[in-house]
């Protein structure tokens, strides 16, 4: 770690008192009271190059103050929101912290599962529409390692942590296996919700915040929020071939739904869908956020707290407009905004040298394919009917060497699975099934550029290429698919508007990587950097040990 050498003074005279310092050489600085960590779903690196000049809330902050990781990008292959919070949580690769996608499969079941879904649990109440507990909800349950909450705790036990996110994966998986709360934002009941593995009931100040919040977004229309000033900001003409409609429209304003006086069921679930889909997603996280920093008392005294934030917005917009949109640009200012109110509270409770944070973003995204037609990069939209032939190929390849049998191959995550009770009881080699799957699935799919088996994921041999050893460090043996595709760069799957990330490209690994406050020297860095880097070097700057066995280290 770098630190600020106008601090030299006061950090040798820690050392010189014989406390305060780690190792010799190292400067000491105060230990904050409370750690920020940020999560903006799909925020690339050139969102917040592109729009520097207009970022003067929280963003700007690190842009301006920050020590930022540019090169920073994943170091496994499924450029998920699932793994990618994960990893930011625990410095470890999703091999080692178990989340090895959104969509696990469940190879006892033969299921593709949620990550976070866990029937053991009920889904708390957010009031309103729900007013009882529902069965089936979400927790940690698949995380196999600790997270930063608990390597607090181990430190300080009265440490409190709360997660707070726009999704239940993003909340759950950025904060490890013990905050004390992870709440989520309920598009179906509306209000921030969480579940039994947390506990029982929702605490009141989340309840008083959730009986507000449809006063706030009824008749809330999303307008943009900049008109025609953002010369060489980067941010594509409206209405572009590819967008996805976003409310009712392509185009401002997105008109929100108006509360009648006595609303039933269906027009909060409509409001709360329409929360869910604009950059009010954020706005509600930094809300509820300053409820929890009040309530919770984060940072008031000196066992080290945790607050934990996903935003969103950027990725559920992106998806739908694309990252160069009129839609996303205006939802990073917004954030920006957002962001400025939550740090000049920090300050105003804990003083500027009271609170520290990391910035950094789950994955990537891809251009919409239309734009990139334009460019002349060799992009299209993949038809489901395409991989059916594929399927219908492969199918056919087993059917004439396995005579009689019936391995139930299907698509299933980015692979294909074969059904394993039938391919067991049939007595033959399942690696040589797979292998043959494989290569049958290859020659007749034009848009796959390489497929690993599960036997080979599993093997310590050496790696093909660069992409097996990205594709290994997800590989989860009770989780992983029979054989993982590799896609051709560009390609979108199953989608006929907006566009997508999940590749091991590096358009979809580059994220954004950057720390801010007492102890972080403001630059960038151009040297490698990866997600799992984020909580030892947030350990090393509270003078914690870090875990010999995590994947990441501490960044200068
Ligand atoms: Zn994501």
Known sequence: MTFAPCLLAAALAACSSGSGSREPGRLAEPTPRLVV?????????????????????????????????????????????????????????????????????DREAGELVECTTDPTVLTLAPGGVLTEPVAGGSSACNLLREGLAEHLRARWPASRAVSIA?????????????????????????????????????????????????????????????????DGSGTAPDERAGEAIIGAGVTFPRVAPRLPLE??????????????????????????????????????????????LGLSACDKIGHRAGPYSREVTDTVLRLDDELGRLFALLDERLGPAGWIAALASDHGVMELP???????????????????????????????????????????????ILDEKQTSAAGVDLAEVRELARDAYLAAADYVEDG????????????????????????????????????????????????????????????????LGPGFVAGTSWERASPTDLVPTLLERLGLPAPADLDGSALD
Not at 53 to 61: E, F, H, K, N, T
Not at 203 to 216: E, I, K, R
Not at 460 to 487: Q, Y
């Open 370 to 416: 239309e734009a990139l037609v334009e460019r002349g990069v060799a992009t299209r939209r993949l038809h489901v009917n395409e991989t059916r032939r594929a399927l219908a190929a492969a199918r056919e390849a087993l059917g004439e060497r396995y005579a009689g049998l019936f391995f139930g191959l299907r698509s299933g995550g980015d692979g294909l």
């Open 37 to 105: 960590v940020l999560c903006v779903d799909q925020l690339i690196p050139e969102q917040l190059e592109r729009l520097a000049p207009w970022l003067d809330g929280g963003l700007g902050r690190f842009v301006n103050q920050g020590r930022s990781f540019r090169a920073a990008a994943l170091d496994y292959s499924r450029s998920e929101t699932g793994p990618g919070h994960a990893t930011l949580g625990s410095g470890l690769l999703p091999r080692h912290h178990g989340i090895s996608a959104n969509g696990m499969l």
């Open 263 to 308: 609303p039933q069921a269906i027009e909060f679930q409509r409001l709360a869908g329409f929360v869910s889909a604009t950059p009010l997603l954020d706005r509600f996280v930094i809300d509820l956020a300053l409820e929890a920093i009040a309530s919770q008392e984060l940072g008031a005294d000196a066992d080290v707290d945790l607050l934990a």
């Open 452 to 515: 690993y088996t599960f036997d080979e994921l599993a093997s310590s041999g050496p790696p093909r290429d660069a992409f097996e050893t990205l594709a290994r460090n997800c590989f989860r043996p009770e989780h992983e698919v029979d054989i993982v595709l590799r896609f051709k760069p560009w390609i979108v799957r199953d989608c006929r508007f907006g566009t997508d990330h999940g590749s091991p490209y590096p358009y979809d690994r580059r994220i954004v990587l950057s720390f």
């Open 166 to 230: 726009g999704k239940p994966r993003a909340a759950i998986l950025l904060a490890g296996r013990a905050p004390r709360w992870a709440l989520w934002w309920d598009r179906r009941a509306g209000g921030f919700t969480s579940s039994s593995a947390y506990g029982e009931r929702l605490p009141d100040w989340v309840l008083a915040w959730n009986a507000g919040w449809a006063a706030t977004a009824s008749g809330r229309d999303w307008e943009c929020s900049f008109k025609g000033d953002l």
